[in-house]
């Protein structure tokens, strides 16, 4: 099994800053695309950016030029810098990561979700 662990989550005023981060573990033979999704009340759950094994990534329209997103290959871990947060940012934020086994296979897998609220 894999498992996704989110940190970093919290309460902010709006105009500040805070950092994800989600470390993968487990038995697979790497990690390929690892992302960040949000989904605030009565929405749907939507892609706020993600980054390949690369060095390339894309990001929502919203939150291009505030938020980065980078990883550390070596720990199976990705990181979202997320600056100049505006209270349209609330919401449960989601690591997202497609693994590889041995096998070949490929296969989702999904945090639990960290909460970030952004307050006027």
């Known amino acids: 099994q894999v498992q996704l662990v989110e940190s970093g989550g919290g309460l902010v005023q709006a105009g500040g800053s805070l950092r994800l981060s989600c470390v993968a573990s487990?038995?697979?033979?790497?990690?390929?695309?690892m992302g960040w999704y949000r989904q605030a009340p009565g929405t749907q759950r939507e892609l706020v950016a993600a980054?390949?094994?690369?060095?390339?990534?894309n990001y929502a329209d919203s939150v291009k030029g505030r938020f980065t997103i980078s990883r550390d290959n070596a720990k199976n871990t990705v990181y979202l810098q997320m600056n100049s947060l505006k209270p349209e940012d609330t919401a449960v934020y989601y690591c997202?990561?497609?693994?590889?086994?041995?096998?070949?296979?490929?296969?989702?897998?999904w945090g639990q979700g960290t909460q970030v609220t952004v307050s006027l």
């Open positions: 487990g038995s697979f033979f790497r990690v390929n695309t």
């Open positions: 980054a390949t094994g690369g060095d390339r990534t």
């Open positions: 997202n990561a497609e693994v590889m086994w041995w096998s070949s296979r490929v296969e989702e897998y």
